[in-house]
């Protein structure tokens, strides 16, 4: 075969490639514009939402006045890139509370006025006129929420400081990685979950219990890093009169005979040690047979409306005692 034959059939491939994937990709984007799978929606999220920062310990933040449909639900996001209202920087009078939190507390999957940091603030100003400001971010830990709130929060001056623990806070704060064509493309994103869905299907049911369960033991790095970020939250908040408090949330997947009993007790024993008032609700739901009831979806134990309503309730009064 000639050298021209042999670049002829070349090209015929490549245009045959570049047609499959043009048409897989237009077609997944249809596909999952009407068909919700986590591992996707996730993947915009960091792609419509997310920007790198420049501080390592941060590692990303939310784009300023961005939106996205995730979940079946419209996320946007104000001027200082928080999904929340429009909070003005100058006090106003109120009483003034940051939230600060991963995905649960963005409120991953509810609408906005469903999620419980809405829910406690109209709440409370039935009593007195409060400000509660949401810096929840998906994928965040306790390093992440300490130098956000270094970097963007002091400036709104709160008077109180409310951390929403999850259980895999001590995971390493993440490297960003500039996987430009992944992160564009949904067709690669599309395939890539499902390898990554067929993996854990066939990887033991336990196994997500021992990782977190891994997540604790002392010569972990990510657990070192909570330590010193919740101590170094609490001596910002007491040099200038902020309360800070710790609210735990619990894991999903098992609410009844919890199996991370352990690991949250090792996080109680260590802020009881350093004076920071916290609340552990995964008593609160010990009696819940049916998690998945408390679902966002059946692959994602994100907590639905009905559990950020819970979260709220058992919440309230530890975040807002009466005659405070």
């Given at each position: 075969?000639?050298?021209?034959?042999?670049?002829?059939?070349?090209?015929?491939?490549?245009?045959?490639?570049?047609?499959?994937?043009?048409?897989?990709?237009?077609?997944?984007?249809?596909?999952?514009?009407?068909?919700?799978?986590?591992?996707?929606?996730m993947?915009?999220?960091?792609?419509?939402?997310?920007?790198?920062?420049?501080?390592?310990?941060?590692?990303?933040?939310h784009k300023?006045?961005?939106?996205?449909?995730?979940?079946?639900?419209?996320?946007?996001?104000?001027?200082?890139?928080?999904?929340?209202?429009?909070?003005?920087?100058?006090?106003?009078?109120?009483?003034?509370?940051?939230?600060?939190?991963?995905?649960?507390?963005?409120?991953?999957?509810?609408?906005?006025?469903?999620?419980?940091?809405?829910?406690?603030?109209?709440?409370?100003?039935?009593?007195?006129?409060?400000?509660?400001?949401?810096?929840?971010?998906?994928?965040?830990n306790?390093?992440?929420?300490?130098?956000?709130?270094?970097?963007?929060?002091?400036?709104?001056?709160?008077?109180?400081?409310?951390?929403?623990?999850?259980?895999?806070?001590?995971?390493?704060?993440?490297?960003?990685?500039?996987?430009?064509?992944l992160?564009?493309?949904?067709?690669?994103?599309?395939?890539w979950?499902?390898?990554?869905?067929?993996m854990?299907?066939?990887?033991?049911a336990?196994?997500?219990?021992?990782?977190?369960?891994?997540?604790?033991?002392?010569?972990?790095p990510?657990?070192?890093?909570?330590?010193?970020?919740?101590?170094?939250?609490?001596?910002?908040?007491?040099?200038?009169?902020?309360?800070?408090?710790?609210?735990?949330?619990?894991?999903?997947?098992?609410?009844?005979?919890?199996?991370?009993?352990?690991?949250?007790?090792?996080?109680?024993?260590?802020?009881?040690?350093?004076?920071?008032?916290?609340?552990?609700?995964t008593?609160?739901?010990?009696?819940?047979?049916?998690?998945?009831?408390?679902?966002?979806?059946?692959?994602?134990g994100?907590?639905?409306?009905?559990?950020h309503?819970?979260?709220?309730?058992y919440?309230?009064?530890?975040?807002?005692?009466?005659?405070?």
């Open positions: 075969m000639t050298f021209s034959g042999i670049l002829v059939k070349l090209c015929a491939v490549l245009v045959s490639f570049l047609v499959f994937a043009v048409a897989g990709e237009i077609a997944v984007r249809i596909y999952t514009r009407t068909h919700i799978l986590y591992d996707m929606e993947s915009r999220y960091a792609r419509d939402l997310k920007l790198a920062s420049s501080d390592p310990r941060i590692a990303h933040v300023p006045n961005a939106s996205a449909r995730l979940m079946g639900v419209d996320v946007r996001t104000n001027s200082d890139g928080l999904r929340d209202r429009e909070y003005p920087v100058e006090r106003n009078g109120n009483y003034r509370v940051i939230f600060l939190g991963d995905s649960q507390t963005l409120g991953w999957g509810v609408r906005q006025e469903e999620s419980f940091e809405s829910l406690t603030e109209e709440e409370i100003n039935k009593r007195a006129p409060t400000e509660i400001i949401n810096f929840g971010i998906g994928n965040y306790a390093e992440q929420e300490t130098h956000l709130f270094i970097e963007k929060g002091l400036k709104y001056r709160p008077d109180q400081v409310a951390v929403f623990y999850t259980v895999n806070d001590p995971e390493p704060t993440p490297q960003v990685r500039h996987w430009s064509l992160e564009e493309s949904e067709l690669l994103s599309f395939y979950s499902r390898v990554r869905g067929l854990f299907h066939f990887a033991a336990e196994n997500y219990r021992d990782y977190y369960a891994s997540l604790y033991r002392p010569d972990q990510g657990w070192e890093t909570w330590k010193k970020s919740i101590v170094l939250l609490k001596q910002i908040c007491q040099d200038r009169g902020i309360k800070l408090q710790v609210v735990m949330l619990p894991e999903p997947h098992q609410l009844r005979d919890y199996p991370f009993e352990k690991e949250y007790a090792a996080v109680s024993d260590f802020l009881r040690a350093n004076g920071i008032e916290h609340l552990d609700l008593p609160f739901f010990k009696d819940e047979a049916e998690p998945a009831r408390l679902w966002v979806a059946p692959d994602d994100h907590p639905n409306a009905v559990g309503r819970l979260i709220a309730q919440a309230f009064d530890f975040i807002f005692p009466r005659g405070r």
